[in-house]
């Protein structure tokens, strides 16, 4: 009772009474993004941001940082408690998204393979030199870090003092520590995740909103992450509000959620808002076409065979003996911890990696497609390799002219530019035939009729069904990629993938993004008509139910540990 009458009389860290949302530049009369937030938050409370419609839970968020015009404002704005302090915005409120957001636009495709290789020089900033650029060098910070009775430490701010010493706590509970002086580029997915909410971590805000923060994060760092924030929010410093997505797991110590679907945004304490929030079907999302089985796969012709692969930078073994055979119709789920070595694996299969030329025998052998990889030419290999990943979506030319149509019939050759007439390709002999030509444009329309709008009722994109369906999915061809939310980006690109229809299909992390309806609909494509039962597939997820297939669909596992590989049958 007393802790009730407390809380009532807070003050307010948000409010919002009764307003609705805008981008910026958006024409008078446009529909607003979210219609009639009413939302407070008192200090005290502990709030999640719950929803996944296209940028709707983002745009929230966004809203709190000024970046979205709320209309009519909020009296002394939607961080009240902030206006009584001098701090600029910026300093005093952090957003870390790891949802998907489209890229700016620009016309180049950026080599992310060059991570694989020697590390170029501009590439070469620390973990460490990136947290503290006012040290020029390794040594010049380790005074703050390691040894707490050196004078320097004495000369330096409290602020610089607390910083370090947040430093060095947080990259220990998060499982950085080895890392500092490794070059940032090398860093993986969820290592670079962890490195981000460091750093926002030892600014010190006053508020951090974290936007998907448990996204490609492997499942041990999940429960250190969510209590150290958990130690933060206690202490007001700073506080926490997460975004997360329907499917995430809610933590316990969340006691008031805001949960975002189609434009509006309701709000209240836990429980009421979990019941709402079940009958949003979250279940649903993940168990899309669950119903389906597969009938049992050829399994005969071997696609990828490695045999003791190694991957070494000097004293570093990221992948070592790695024995591990893919064969056509086979459904993968390749897991392992962030670091463990999943996305040099992949790369080493797609011959991204320079380290596949050098696994000979004896010691060694890497055969692709029933040949060693030094006798396929890279390109070659992308034509007959469909990939998804984090690094494909990041490094995309979003040049103006390039249409979805485009996007997609670059899967062919696995280019990363339109090429030849109307972009189908040129194919490996830098021609296609009449018949090659007809096959790849209706085999295009073919995927986008499978996964456009109107599977995932993407009304927003131009969906229409019925009358105008055909009109819509030529409209949706005709849109240009750079233009479309971050999520429908993803689904294009996941149709880039499919469109060859290769015998490998990597998924990595191939959910990034998307909605619910998008992930419900690309699920039940993938386990019908999207492949065929040779296909074989390897899908890379922290998630065991983001994986399309299951036990039951003779799904297996390839898991890596430190490096090592093991198959779980
Ligand atoms: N050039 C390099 N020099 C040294 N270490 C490197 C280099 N490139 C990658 N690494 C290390 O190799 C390890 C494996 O990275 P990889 O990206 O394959 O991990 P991952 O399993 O895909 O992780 P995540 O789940 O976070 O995506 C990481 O610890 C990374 O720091």
Redesign the pocket.
């Known amino acids: 009772m007393v802790a009730r009458r407390w809380l009532a009389r807070s003050p307010f860290v948000v409010r919002i009474p009764n307003a609705n949302v805008y981008r910026f530049g958006d024409p008078d009369g446009a529909r607003p993004v979210l219609t009639a937030v009413d939302w407070t938050v008192r200090e005290g409370e502990s709030w999640a941001v719950v929803g996944s419609g296209v940028g709707e839970k983002t745009a929230l968020l966004e809203a709190l940082l000024g970046n979205m015009r709320i209309s009519p404002p909020p009296p002394g704005g939607p961080l009240p408690s902030l206006s009584l302090k001098p701090r600029p915005i910026n300093d005093a409120v952090f957003l870390v998204s790891f949802a998907q957001r489209p890229r700016a636009s620009v016309g180049a495709f950026y080599d992310y393979t060059a991570?694989?290789?020697?590390?170029r020089d501009e590439d070469r900033v620390t973990l460490r030199q990136s947290m503290f650029p006012e040290a020029s060098d390794r040594d010049s910070i380790m005074p703050f870090i390691v040894d707490s009775s050196c004078h320097q430490r004495q000369d330096m701010s409290s602020k610089v003092e607390e910083r370090a010493r947040r430093f060095d706590e947080l990259t220990d509970k998060l499982g950085l520590k080895h890392?500092l002086d490794?070059?940032l580029?090398?860093?993986?997915?969820?290592?670079?995740?962890r490195a981000r909410i460091v750093k926002a971590l030892i600014e010190q805000p006053d508020i951090l909103l974290l936007d998907e923060p448990l996204t490609?994060?492997?499942f041990k760092t999940r429960p250190a992450l969510l209590s150290l924030l958990h130690s933060f929010h206690a202490s007001n410093n700073p506080r926490v509000i997460m975004g997360l997505r329907l499917q995430d797991p809610i933590p316990e110590w969340i006691t008031h959620m805001a949960l975002v679907h189609d434009g509006q945004v309701e709000t209240g304490e836990r429980t009421s808002m979990l019941e709402k929030l079940n009958s949003h079907n979250r279940g649903a999302v993940l168990t899309a076409g669950a119903a389906r089985t597969r009938s049992s796969s050829p399994n005969t012709v071997i696609l990828v065979d490695m045999q003791n692969v190694n991957?070494r930078?000097?004293e570093?073994h990221?992948?070592r003996d790695i024995n591990w055979s893919i064969r056509a119709g086979d459904r993968w789920h390749l897991q392992?911890?962030?670091?463990?070595?999943?996305?040099?694996?992949?790369?080493v299969l797609t011959g991204d990696h320079p380290q596949s030329y050098t696994q000979r025998a004896p010691k060694a052998a890497l055969m692709l497609f029933g040949a060693p990889r030094r006798t396929h030419a890279t390109p070659h290999l992308r034509a007959r390799i469909g990939v998804v990943s984090?690094e494909l979506y990041n490094a995309w030319p979003r040049g103006r002219d390039m249409t979805v149509w485009e996007a997609v019939a670059t899967g062919f050759d696995g280019g990363f530019v339109p090429l030849g007439p109307r972009g189908l390709g040129v194919g490996l002999q830098g021609e296609l035939s009449e018949s090659e030509r007809t096959w790849r444009a209706d085999r295009v329309w073919e995927v986008i009729r499978g996964l456009g709008p109107h599977t995932w009722g993407g009304a927003e994109q131009g969906a229409e069904v019925d009358a105008g369906e055909v009109e819509s999915v030529k409209g949706f061809a005709e849109r240009p990629f750079a233009a479309l939310p971050a999520g429908v980006q993803s689904i294009v690109l996941l149709m880039r993938a499919l469109v060859g229809r290769p015998s490998l299909v990597l998924l990595?992390?191939v959910w990034s993004g998307m909605d619910d309806r998008m992930i419900q609909a690309a699920r039940a494509y993938l386990r019908g008509d999207g492949l065929r039962k040779e296909q074989a597939v390897v899908v890379?997820s922290?998630w065991e139910d983001e994986v399309p297939w299951g036990i039951e669909d003779g799904v297996k596992t390839f898991r890596?540990e430190e490096?090592e590989g093991t198959v779980l049958e």
């Open positions: 991570r694989y290789g020697a590390v890392l490794l070059p580029v090398t860093l993986s997915n969820g290592q670079t995740r490609g994060l492997d991957v930078y000097h570093r990221v992948l392992g911890a962030n670091g463990s070595g999943k996305t040099t694996l992949l790369s984090p990595d992390e890379v922290h890596l490096g």
